[in-house]
């Protein structure tokens, strides 16, 4: 498949994934029968081992061993160990990540310890800035965190990657990027980004959501200085597993957290009245973190650890590439519109297009079996995971998406009306 | 049982075992043969559909329905629908209550709001009041937030219940109150106590952690302003489920909450890059909840709410009172100083006791079957969870803490040694 302008076959595919040395990694998730599924960006499939490790942790943990597993099957210390593994696939070094909380809430103090860093290097910095297309809850967070300190802070937007310099001026404390784009699936490079924040004198904090488990990620090498994330999209952690926070290891002398909770203390059990910061990121935790989704977690997580991720990156951009030039061959009459790059560099694990009919069409592929999802506006958008997925899945939901467009098939009154959740 | 100085016999506790219309809730619950449970304070025990539960959570709802979980086994109505539920038991009005995050997290968002609600309403105020003896995590927090904020604000703690009155004066902008205190087992009277703090213009914050479940809660009766708690205790929620979040009706039409999350956006799904908060208590939603751990929460707070909160607690008091006259009446001769109050109305539904010991009698214990926990400093914590404990089990317990000390089983070096979580 390297003749750009050749028609590519089923049979193709199906050759492509006889050689892939990946291709084994399928049998190891809970894949219904007879469906594609193109949403493991949004929620990851379910690896087989979770099963049994979620009615463990229920059964004997919880049941039996009660209050005992606190230590006898290390509960206290999951936080730290997964946040430890976590932070080997992000490269970053030990004691540096946890894993904890919402991403949401990771946003809030990683903004908030930017801030204060810069507190006290460079008071005068008083703009945020991020992507007016960045997910938008880690804009609300920032909003929210401004108007709480109400201390003259701005959140200034850049409306595309390439207006990122003409942003960096002498106001700027803190840059919050996230690594891929939810929608367009643009990847930013994160070292090159990462010296020019650091060139114009701000911070520079990592969402990583869309990129963990799917692009090869390297904090430490890239200078970062803080990165969060959610481990439910391609690390397979299961619906709302806790997410991420990670803290470069020079800032940990003197970065405070503003959700000074007792799992973050030096000492959580001396049950001391005043706060004394634990060392590492380990002042990162806040609560009590939910066990039974905590601890299942794990396994989609062990699973990434053993995989290459240049190989899965390679086969990702080998399946994303496919699926843009099946759309692009096969479909060129439906008015379907590209919204990811082209250049391989700057592309995630999923690939989005526009269609004026956009939440129908993605209602009528859903029940033909091929589930990717539909994002505000009018986005049809693919997750393409590395891990279960081949080229004949990628043959297969461009095929059936052709049928939906070329019969018509969206236009179903019940592929019309809108769901709860999209 | 109604003389206090006839000797109770192990015969009379099984009689009233036998009398108990309580008593069937047991077999309910999966505890192991040969313990007694008295720990479901810090944990509750697994109730046995638990199990089933969480098994369909993970094999049929995400690894079968995967995404479209979200809307088809409701999981975005989760933390309204638990959380309307807990807002039953603790006596609020519907949509003031949603289940989600840890309970330090939303501490720090109630007191936070009620912060931001004094502010338009009498900026003067800059002292948060609590007590002490509260439990930690809630002291750091405010000690966290205070250090974001830097406006002033400062904590002004109690040494004792009784010293609140003379705590509260115009400085005075919220009071922060545990209703039952985790080490003693002291009980606020609810009402009398927001009273006095709304007389002196301050708002109330309660932490149910140590009261939701085994103590009535009526929090719009008593004209709390914001509640937060946990689940996992006597709620029977499992290890780390997500906590709770209560505002008042009345505060509603300009209550802020700090983490400005998606969740908390009036349309989360609309992408907007502007936060606009959602109606009711569903603003102080923030990110995605771990699934696992929330819906198999959902079978204990069930069986809550089909138990009559008035009756739970008379079992409680008995039970609780049994054992202070067990431990008085036959371990006389040893160290033991009751911490718990000896008034009913002032005790939650644990018994605390110091011992000079305490580490190495509690270890000695649960060796001998006897499952509490100890506290800093000194402290023998036993609690009595009325869902699934009976006079029998009190009097068993009494019983080996008595072989326990009478024959110094705790002087064995292996119950010296401190466990990384006590």
């Not at 290097?121 to 945020?128: F, G, K, L, Q, S």
């Not at 937007?157 to 939810?182: K, W």
């Not at 479909?331 to 129908?360: C, D, K, M, N, W």
């Amino acid at each position: 498949m390297t003749d750009a302008t050749a028609p590519i076959t089923r049979e193709q595919c199906e050759e492509a994934d006889r050689n892939d040395p990946l291709a084994g990694l399928r049998a190891r998730f809970a894949l219904p029968e007879g469906i594609v599924y193109l949403d493991g960006n949004s929620l990851g499939a379910l690896p087989r081992d979770a099963v049994a490790r979620a009615a463990d942790v229920v059964s004997r943990e919880w049941g039996a061993d009660l209050i005992g597993s606190w230590n006898k099957n290390h509960w206290f210390a999951l936080p730290l160990r997964i946040g430890e593994k976590i932070g080997r696939l992000i490269g970053g070094g030990a004691g540096e990540c946890v894993a904890t909380d919402t991403t949401s809430v990771n946003v809030f103090k990683a903004v908030s310890a930017a801030i204060r860093l810069q507190q006290q290097d460079a008071p005068a910095r008083r703009v945020i800035v991020s992507e007016r297309e960045n997910f938008p809850t880690d804009l609300y967070i920032v909003e929210g965190l401004m108007a709480l300190i109400d201390r003259g802070y701005s959140l200034r937007l850049i409306d595309a990657p390439e207006d990122l310099d003409a942003a960096l001026d002498e106001d700027v404390a803190v840059v919050l990027l996230t690594q891929v784009n939810y929608r367009t699936g643009h990847l930013w490079d994160m070292r090159e980004a990462t010296d020019r924040i650091h060139a114009a004198g701000a911070l520079a904090v990592w969402d990583l959501c869309h990129s963990v488990g799917a692009v090869p990620v390297a904090v430490a090498d890239a200078g970062a200085d803080f990165a969060v994330g959610c481990t439910y999209k391609y690390l397979n952690g299961g619906p709302g597993s806790p997410a991420f926070f990670w803290v470069a290891e020079r800032h940990l002398d003197r970065v405070e957290t503003p959700l000074t909770g007792w799992w973050g203390h030096d000492r959580p059990f001396a049950m001391t009245d005043a706060y004394a910061p634990a060392p590492g990121g380990r002042r990162f935790l806040v609560g009590t973190q939910p066990i039974l989704s905590m601890a299942t977690m794990e396994v989609g997580l062990d699973m990434h650890l053993e995989v290459d991720q240049e190989a899965l990156r390679r086969k990702s951009l080998a399946l994303t590439t496919l699926f843009i030039r099946l759309v692009e061959t096969r479909l060129s009459r439906h008015p379907l519109t590209l919204i990811t790059p082209r250049e391989e560099a700057q592309r995630g694990s999923h690939v989005s297009f526009r269609h004026p009919e956009g939440y129908a069409v993605m209602k009528a592929l859903i029940a033909n079996g091929v589930i990717g999802d539909y994002r505000e506006p009018e986005v049809l958008r693919f997750g393409v995971t590395p891990m279960y997925l081949g080229h004949t899945d990628v043959w297969d939901a461009v095929e059936t998406l052709r049928r939906v467009l070329d019969e018509e098939l969206w236009r179903a009154p019940e592929f019309q009306e809108r769901d709860a959740v999209t």
